[in-house]
Structures are given as structure tokens and as C-alpha cells.
């Protein structure tokens, strides 16, 4: 039988080398590329009619918009507004490509770290840059708070700032693995089920149960993502 | 030893410390359910703060995860 790995593997679709780098257009890239296409047709062509009473469509996408609204205007404040658009963005990319990679037999690209650390270090070097523009030298004190003994320093900056370096990867790590150990779970229960045959049934609702258990935890990881992202970015604005 | 024995073995190991998480999150809902419990009305402000500390503490135990199964398949 196969690993449960497997399904993680990337085939490239559309062989492609720069030089010596090898930039395929691979499964991955082709779920991004659907997952991008499809946010952008959702959120377009349900708020095409523009109307005061929104229909099905326009209620749907409403209430993505207004969800990921509340969250920045309640955890960043008002100045935090003008990153709306980049959360946005952040939060549909990664739901999409979690909810698409529970399609059988496709692919996840959120189940790989390459993708979820590239997302993390975005919002790990914009926080940062963010927090330097507002505060200059001053969005050091982050390591060492105001108030605080001048002893204690030696021991509270080297913590302050590897809780802070580790961010992007706690980030990471979070989605990434959340994502791979649900598809891991959900294609060895389904290696039960093959296995014993007609007892198989035992197995079959329990992967039932488990399913949706997927789709909730694709929707909060999704959410934490995004939450922590605001978080970040509260620090950085108003430093604590 | 065996050393594909001892690849499983340390991978079990490695998945000993999903038990602290196991713990925190424990802890976690229950002082949120008790919280609710006593004061219905702190329901909306405290549910964010319950969801935040789940996801970072579940980490914890991802973490342990990540490390059993690099042992077993990596």
C-alpha cells in the first residue's frame, strides 16, 4: 500500500529551468492558481449586483469581507485598516487552500512549509518594517519594556527576542503541520476502511466524522493565521 | 539495535510530548467553559481569547508531531 505521504509529493506539470533553477509549473502552483482565481471570481462576481439586500451570493461575500473587518478593526484599531487588504487577501488565500485541498484527490499546497513559511516571513518582515517606520529605534524597547529593573535585562531581552524570532516559524509550523497531519489521519482511516471489508463500515463513519472535523479546522487555521497576523501587526503599531 | 526498531521507538518518544498540549488545551477549555458558565454575558469577549490559546498551544504538540514523523518518514 501506499505511504500516507504520498499524497504530498509535487509532480511538475509544465517542465520549466532557469539556469540551473528548476521552476516547473507544478501541482502546487496550479492549486495557488485556482485557489487565486476562484477567491477573485467570489468575491467579484457576487458583488457584481451591488445591492442594498444582499442575495445568497452577496451575503456569502459579505460576510467574508465583514469577518475579516471586525478582526483587524477589533484587534489593530482604526489605523490598522490600511493593511485590511493585505489580510484579506492573506485570510482567502490560505482558506481557499485549505478547503480545496479537501477535495479528493487534489492537492493542498498549505500541507508543504515552503508555502507557509514564505506567507509567515511576509508578514514577519512587514510587522517589522511596519513597527521600525512608526517607532524608529525606539520599537526596540519591544525587547526590553519600559519600567522594567535595568538587571533584568540580561535575562528579559534574550527571551523577548527569541519569542520574537520564533514567530515565523510558530506561524508556520502551525498550518503546515495542522494541514498535513488532517490529510495523514484522513488517508489512513481510509486505509481501515479498504482493509476490512465489509466490517469496514465502522471505519467509514468514523472518516465521516472526521471530514468534517477537516472542514472546521481548514476554517480556524485559516482564522488563527490571519488572527495572529493582526496581532503581529497590533504589536507593532501601538508596541504592546 | 534494529535500526529501523529504534527509528520507531524514537518517534514514539517524540510523541510523548504532545501530552503537556493535551494538558494546556484541557486546561484551557475548561476555564472558558467555567468562565461562560458563571458569567454568560463575557461569552463573545472571552471566546477569541479561548480560540487564540488553543492554536498556540495545540503548536506545542504539532510540534512534538513534526519531530515523530521526520523519525518516521524522513
Known sequence: MESPIEQFRIESILPLHLGKYDVSFTNSGLMMVAAVVLATLFLTLSMRARSVVPGRWQGAAEVCYEFVANMVRDNVGKEGMKYFPFLLTLFMFVLFGNLLGLIPYSFAYTS????????????????????????????????????????????????????????????????????????????????????????????????????????????????????????????????? | MDPIAAKSIGAGLAAIGMIGSGIGVGNIWSSLIATVGRNPAAKSSVELYGWIGFAVTEAIALFALVVALMLLFG
Open chain 1, 112 to 240: 508543504h512549509i515552503a508555502v507557509t513559511f514564505a506567507l509567515a516571513v511576509v508578514v514577519f518582515i512587514g510587522v517589522t518594517i511596519i513597527g521600525f517606520a512608526r517607532h524608529g529605534t525606539h520599537y526596540l524597547r519591544m525587547f526590553f519594556p519600559e519600567g522594567a529593573p535595568l538587571l533584568t535585562a540580561v535575562i528579559l531581552v534574550p527571551i523577548e527576542l527569541i519569542s520574537y524570532l520564533s514567530r515565523p516559524f510558530s506561524l508556520a509550523v502551525r498550518l503546515f503541520a495542522n494541514m498535513t497531519v488532517g490529510h495523514i489521519l484522513l488517508k489512513v482511516m481510509g486505509g481501515f476502511v479498504v482493509m476490512l471489508g465489509v466490517a469496514g463500515i465502522v471505519p467509514l463513519a468514523f472518516l465521516g466524522g472526521i471530514t468534517v472535523l477537516e472542514f472546521f479546522i481548514a476554517v480556524l487555521q485559516a482564522y488563527v493565521f490571519t488572527i495572529l497576523s493582526c496581532i503581529y501587526l497590533h504589536d507593532a503599531i501601538h508596541m504592546h
